[in-house]
């Protein structure tokens, strides 16, 4: 999907959201994600972080408030226009989320086959970001047979492999060692600095401080976002 | 296509999708049965109606009083009589030996001397011509009094409305073995979307459509019901070639030809590919509505 500079990637006003009859876990969230902007979002356990990230890479809609994906208002979104909504954001889950019966190759090529690609463009976009990913050894492996940090290379591919305009990450360094939290850390950097908007929602307040980005705080279901110490593409409200 | 065969779900690891075969192979084979039921019925059906319809049986009374030589006059009077009207293509007197023979269940083993036989003429007409049974009636009647014909109509027509009773009987069978299929699937397919649904919930989330979800249900189910088609059509032809012969046994000349027409062998032929495309419509119906209610 084409961005226009301009127009943000997602833009939330006085989101509310609540799970059926119970109380709301977010409540009169205000945000912007401009183009080509890197965020934290940070939060003690049970704020709210992941499901800011369900309302934003789709998986719930919100409860009230008015709530925008690349210039769409999604509640008047009709739901057989969200799958191509879907296909410009990429979501690295927490738990991986790989499908358990498909090899690394199939798992990553998931977006591109959904979106209808010839097999054999999938073949040569598939291998060659295996090898970026350094998973060209294990691209027959089922995930069951690969380690946490394999697994969560595996997770980035599939959620990077169409190219999207933003990326969203949930603790991606939450199974992973400190050393290997820093390269995927990196990786993410280094697709920013292709465009790609990202949001990143971690624990590890260190490595937010060192990186420097703009922070979305979450306390209570409502959030509070502060500028970073770092240059960057977009800018945060 | 609205069939996938290659599949991003592992449907084919489903403990219910093992049986599923096994289950339309069970319908496919009454479905056999009841549609081969249905169309030796209808077959029988149009035979009796014109063929049978174009018979006659006059009954000539013996008149006791009369002597022998009499009684073969009036009947050859008779035989003139029948043979000169338009539309009659044959005429045949039924010997005593056979009236004998067919009133035997009744009265018992008889001789002609014993009782008063009537004669009987078999009449073929041309089905092409109407011939008048009435005018027939009035002028043999006339000439021979209580001659009486007979054109079989009202037990044909009693026979007739049996067979098109049993014929919606046989068309309701397979109504209810295509029914209780197709909520094999529709059960099988729920059971699968609840097994998978994380996975599907992945594939949501990585930009498919409710379709590509869909095809890969139908593109299974669709492999399965003609699977299980196969095997129930290898089932149902032994079965149908038995009841065929055993059939031709007790026909016994009195029961037209009952045994399947060539039409008949192939719209069994087609019965595993019918199985196959309604188990995928459904499973696609099927998906297609259940995924409409996740966002």
């Known amino acids: 999907m084409d961005i226009d500079p301009a127009t943000s990637i997602a833009r939330f006003e006085n989101v509310g959201l609540r799970y059926g009859l119970g109380p709301e876990v977010l409540q009169d969230v205000t945000f912007e994600l401009k183009p080509g902007s890197y965020h934290f979002l940070v939060g003690p356990s049970g704020a709210g972080k992941s499901s800011l990230l369900k309302l934003t890479y789709l998986a719930h809609r919100p409860s009230r408030g008015l709530m925008h994906l690349f210039g769409r208002d999604i509640a008047t979104t009709p739901r057989e226009n969200l799958p191509a909504l879907r296909r410009s954001i990429g979501v690295v889950f927490q738990e991986y989320r790989l499908l358990q019966h498909l090899s690394t190759f199939d798992n990553v090529a998931l977006p591109l086959r959904v979106a209808g690609m010839r097999e054999p463009d999938i073949k040569h976009h598939v291998e060659e970001l295996l090898v970026w990913v350094g998973l060209q050894d294990h691209m027959n492996a089922r995930p069951p047979t690969l380690s946490g940090g394999q697994k969560q290379r595996a997770s980035i591919a599939r959620a990077v492999i169409a190219r999207p305009s933003l990326l969203m990450a949930d603790e991606p360094t939450g199974n992973v060692d400190e050393r290997m939290g820093y390269r995927l850390m990196h990786l993410f950097e280094e697709l920013n600095k292709l465009g790609t908007t990202v949001v990143v929602a971690t624990h590890n307040e260190a490595m937010v401080r060192e990186l420097g980005h703009p922070v979305m705080r979450i306390e209570n279901g409502t959030l509070n976002v502060t500028p970073g110490t770092k240059a960057q593409n977009g800018r945060a409200l | ?295």
Do not use: C
């Open chain 2, 1 to 295: 296509m609205m069939f996938s065969r290659r599949t991003d779900l592992p449907l084919d690891k489903d403990p219910l999708s093992h049986f599923l075969p096994w289950l339309i192979a069970f319908m496919v084979y009454l479905a056999a049965l009841a549609q081969a039921g249905l169309i030796s019925l209808d077959v029988l059906a149009q035979r009796w109606d014109t063929g049978m319809a174009a018979q006659l049986t006059v009954q000539i009374p013996s008149d006791p009083d009369a002597s022998e030589a009499a009684n073969v006059r009036r009947l050859q009077k008779a035989l003139n009589m029948i043979s000169n009207t338009p539309g009659v293509v044959h005429t045949a007197v039924v010997s005593e030996a056979k009236v004998l023979q067919l009133l035997s269940p009744w009265l018992g083993v008889v001789q002609a001397a014993d009782v008063p036989l009537p004669r009987l003429i078999d009449v073929e007409t041309d089905p092409d011509m109407q011939l008048d049974v009435r005018i027939l009636q009035q002028k043999l009647s006339s000439t021979i009094p209580g001659t009486q014909v007979d054109d079989h109509g009202v037990w044909l027509a009693r026979l007739i409305e049996m067979v098109r009773t049993l014929e919606v009987l046989a068309a309701g069978v397979l109504a209810l073995i295509l029914s209780a299929a197709m909520g094999t699937v529709v059960f099988t397919t729920r059971t699968g979307l609840t097994v998978h649904h994380e996975a599907i919930e992945v594939l949501h989330l990585t930009g498919a459509q409710d379709s590509y979800i869909a095809k890969q249900f139908a593109g299974r189910a669709w492999a399965m019901g003609f699977k299980g088609g196969i095997i129930g059509l290898s089932l149902a032809l032994p079965t149908l070639l038995v009841l065929s012969y055993v059939a031709d046994g007790l026909q016994a000349g009195m029961l037209p030809d009952m045994s399947l027409p060539l039409a008949g062998w192939l719209s069994l032929a087609v019965l595993p590919l019918a199985a196959g495309l309604a188990a995928g419509f459904t499973a696609r119906f099927t998906v297609m509505r259940n995924l409409r209610r996740m966002i």
